[in-house]
């Protein structure tokens, strides 16, 4: 007689599996780990703010000496210049000297032009001009002898305005990068985030991880921004990836910006290039209204929203400067609800502030660090990033129907509520609980057997 056999699973498989569990929940508890960011995709910002490193000028003119051997040397400034000015000391003997120089297209003898002054006996200097960045100065400084002429060590004055680097940054201030030129490290943590347009202007100096900038040359970056999730009237407009400005009907193109290693997705008032404007945006409701694919508005029959169906564009989002806005469901129609806050948009705050759409306050950030992460407004955003879409219906009266006369306006509001610690604790508690009452019990025996125990 055949025997119905049920699948035993291990008990260590399920000791293991049982201690990655318990892994991940004290590391997403701790801050280490955002479990939505595992599944969570692509990478919205809103109210970017870019910054940019400049070569120029960091101090005034300076002058260095630079020591000429007898065979000649090549002179040229000590730190970054644009360009420069040398003047050759000139000693005398009785029989005369002369100096030669050649100004060549880099540090080679090749494609040159030859110089040659005499200096009188009462010149104890002779200046030979300004040579730009691009020019290379090899100087000889001779004595004449009895039969011929001589090297003669000497040395030369070089007078230049040094360059180096500095950063702007609207949100850090201004700061100076590097004193004594104007080459880059990669190591550098604002590198990475360098618009992708200007990566070509960073010429290499020998070293794959050190690059160059030309003097008052700029290159900008990302130094900040607002994470933002995927906005909710999204469109192709004239064939343009494109956004909906619920309420206004304005019409913005998702920009994209490369840096060194990231892509951003911007759907910013404050920032999205203007497309145009129309009558409203795809599947926006508004009283017994809807809004077509065509964005028009068409009478709806019946019912448009309720606690099953919520409004569309159920969080607050920007309307006009210091007024923020929402839908909620009211009497089964769509309601446009308005707020003043403090701040709707960056234009609202000081320049070193951004807003905050979380409070709708102006406040303070560091340079680089991005502010906190809007909640999202739609069940999509909502579920990716683990929370969970909510309706709840509130009864709003009016004098009259507290003495019998006519029904309460019902209002329905979304809204996206997110887990909280507490549960993660509860289940690290089951968790603990499943594994001391029935896997170790099982695994010592097994154990033992193994080793023989």
Same mark, same amino acid.
């Given at each position: ?20 569990? +318990?892994?991940? @929940? ?5 801050? %280490?780990? =955002? *479990?939505?960011?595992?599944? &969570?995709?692509?990478?919205? #910002? ?124 609207? +949100?850090?201030? @201004? ?5 004594? %030129?104007? =080459? *880059?490290?990669?190591?550098? &943590?604002?590198?990475?985030? #360098? ?127 210091? @007024? ?130």
């Amino acid at each position: 007689m055949a025997m119905n056999k049920k699948a035993v699973v291990p008990a260590g498989l399920l000791f293991v599996a049982g201690i990655i569990l +318990l892994i991940v @929940v004290i590391l997403h508890y701790s801050g %280490s780990l =955002s *479990v939505a960011s595992l599944w &969570a995709g692509g990478k919205y #910002i809103d109210r970017p703010v870019f910054s940019w490193v400049k070569c120029e000028p960091l101090s005034q003119t300076s002058t260095t000496t630079i020591s000429i051997s007898s065979d000649g040397s090549w002179v040229r400034p000590q730190y970054e210049a644009d360009d420069y000015q040398i003047t050759v000391k000139t000693p005398h003997n009785l029989l005369g000297n002369k100096l030669e120089y050649r100004v060549c297209p880099q540090k080679t003898f090749v494609n040159c032009q030859d110089f040659e002054k005499i200096p009188t006996s009462s010149q104890t200097e002779i200046n030979l001009g300004h040579f730009t960045r691009d020019q290379y100065v090899w100087v000889r400084y001779y004595e004449s002898k009895v039969i011929g002429w001589s090297g003669l060590s000497t040395s030369a004055d070089v007078q230049y305005q040094p360059y180096g680097l500095r950063k702007y940054d609207p +949100l850090g201030g @201004v700061k100076i990068l590097n004193a004594q %030129s104007c =080459s *880059v490290q990669v190591t550098e &943590a604002w590198y990475d985030r #360098i618009m992708n347009e200007d990566l070509g202007k960073l010429d290499t100096a020998g070293n794959q991880n050190k690059y160059v900038l030309e003097p008052n040359e700029v290159t900008f970056y990302v130094s900040g921004f607002v994470a933002s999730p995927e906005p909710s009237f999204r469109v192709t407009y004239n064939g343009e990836d494109a956004w909906c400005q619920s309420g206004t009907g304005n019409i913005y193109k998702i920009n994209q910006i490369a840096t060194a290693n990231n892509v951003y997705y911007v759907a910013s008032v404050d920032w999205s290039d203007y497309l145009g404007k129309e009558d409203c945006c795809p599947s926006e409701k508004q009283g017994e209204y809807t809004c077509d694919a065509n964005f028009n508005w068409v009478k709806t029959e019946g019912s448009e929203c309720s606690i099953f169906n919520p409004c569309d564009g159920g969080s607050w989002t920007p309307l006009e400067s210091g @007024v923020i806005m929402r839908y909620v469901c009211q009497d089964g129609y769509c309601i446009q609800e308005k707020k003043n806050v403090a701040c709707s948009h960056n234009s609202d705050c000081a320049s070193n502030q951004l807003c905050d759409p979380n409070t709708w306050t102006c406040i303070d950030t560091a340079s680089g660090d991005p502010l906190p992460e809007p909640q999202p407004d739609n069940s999509a955003d909502c579920e990716a990033k683990g929370g969970t879409w909510m309706t709840k219906e509130t009864e709003v009266k009016k004098w009259y129907n507290y003495v019998g006369i006519g029904e309460p306006d019902v209002v329905t509001e979304s809204y996206c509520k997110m887990p909280t610690h507490i549960i993660w604790w509860i289940i690290g508690v089951i968790l603990a609980f499943f594994l001391g009452v029935f896997v170790v019990p099982k695994l010592i025996p097994f154990v033992r057997g193994v080793l023989h125990i």
